[in-house]
């Protein structure tokens, strides 16, 4: 009985301990949200996310929608306050709309779901075209431009995949795999197991974590960074505030692609095959990542790239060799300590190549002096009604000539 009471009292006060260090560094991390805007988005299978605008510094700038990875939210790209990219970008004229996909804190799940459920497909069946949506109607711009980190970049490709590209003016994809070959990276099963059976606690314990983050082996593994390059003001209330929970079935089917180089995505009844269908992309499409990314093998990256099938592409190895002053990893590309200069400014000279001629009319939503799309069978029955009407026409000049030419009689002279 004594051993039974001791246990509990050891267990109540490690509880008690936990939840004081957690309080403390709530307290101590606190950051109020620095967005111009929060925009409240609701989806078709009614889940609400959260768009964070941040307006250009000067004048009316060109939409630009940016796509977190995994485990992370839309202050990935917020930190460190004034170097950032969502800093660089609005002091370029940009116009940048931040999102929290489902599954993060912010999101708020229908009656009777939860957040645990939220799972890659429901990314691209619900949250991304609603998210699109919501920007051109609210910016009065046909298209955006798409910037993505990790898994933010292959949900761009995916997007384009499911849906094609009549809203995407340029695409950026920051250190996202296309792809999974040559990765070196055994299935987490017991993370997946973990995530599984605890989803919340696993986010509140690596959330917990972070003040060590640069020691604790978890962030090594699953967010591989060159800390020597990440910037200084990068302190571990950055990484508490944007770091999140993983979803079961996110972490699995990341796991799974990881393993078998493999990625399928459902929209509907419809399979998007990512990985296979990556040769068919037509966005113009910058491409950047670290040299010693371990998610983006150089020779994955450069078949990858030599695939895409239209001319408007660029590529950038963040290197030593290309005159960076480290060899990037995965997640200093957005956080590095020189990223500002080395990839922000030439992202921002990216979508300055790629300007956003189209625009919506405000009362139908339809873009402005677009011609309307004819069915094929409708295009076809115009031309052989053309080609018909040709051929007779020829005819019918000439017999009304000849009548003419009769009734009249010979030319008189006045």
Not at 124 to 132: E, I, Q, R, S, T
């Amino acid at each position: 009985m004594t051993a039974l009471l001791t246990l509990i009292a050891v267990v109540v006060i490690l509880f008690a301990l936990g939840v004081a260090y957690w309080l403390l560094l709530s307290s101590a991390y606190y950051k109020p949200e620095r967005a111009d805007e929060i925009h409240a988005v609701t989806t078709a299978d009614l889940w609400k996310i959260w768009l964070y605008r941040f307006r250009p510094v000067a004048g009316k700038g060109e939409p630009v929608f940016l796509c977190h990875g995994a485990f992370v939210n839309h202050n990935n790209f917020t930190a460190p306050e004034g170097m950032s990219l969502v800093d660089a970008l609005t002091e370029n004229g940009y116009d940048c709309w931040l999102v929290d996909l489902r599954g993060t804190r912010s999101s708020l799940p229908p009656f009777g779901r939860s957040r645990t459920e939220a799972t890659m497909d429901d990314y691209l069946a619900g949250d991304l075209p609603a998210v699109l949506d919501h920007i051109r109607k609210a910016t009065g711009y046909a298209k955006v431009h798409w910037i993505g980190h990790s898994m933010g970049g292959m949900l761009l490709h995916a997007y384009e995949l499911a849906y094609g590209t009549d809203q995407l003016a340029s695409g950026t994809t920051l250190a996202s795999p296309p792809g999974f070959a040559g990765v070196e990276l055994r299935r987490p099963d017991f993370l997946i197991h973990m995530v599984t059976l605890f989803p919340g606690v696993v986010g509140y314990l690596v959330r917990a974590t972070a003040p060590f983050a640069r020691w604790f082996p978890v962030y090594t593994k699953f967010s591989p960074s060159n800390w020597a390059n990440v910037s200084p003001s990068i302190m571990p209330g950055a990484l508490f505030n944007m770091l999140e929970n993983l979803t079961p079935s996110l972490a699995e089917k990341l796991g799974n692609a990881a393993a078998a180089n493999v990625l399928t995505l459902k929209k509907g009844d419809e399979v998007i095959d990512l990985i296979a269908g990556l040769d068919k992309l037509e966005t113009p499409l910058f491409v950047v990542y670290g040299a010693q990314d371990p998610f983006v093998p150089r020779a994955t990256v450069q078949a990858f790239f030599d695939a895409l099938p239209g001319a408007d592409k660029k590529m950038l190895v963040l290197s030593q060799d290309s005159g960076c002053v480290a060899d990037y990893s995965h997640v200093d590309v957005v956080l590095g300590r020189e990223a500002k200069n080395e990839v922000f400014e030439p992202v921002a000279d990216w979508l300055k190549a790629h300007p956003i001629k189209e625009r919506l009319d405000p009362e139908t939503g339809a873009v402005i002096g677009a011609r309307p799309k004819r069915k094929a069978g409708a295009k076809k029955k115009a031309a052989t009604k053309k080609k018909r009407a040709a051929k007779k026409k020829p005819v019918a000049k000439k017999k009304a000539a000849a009548k003419k030419k009769a009734a009249a009689g010979p030319p008189t002279e006045a």
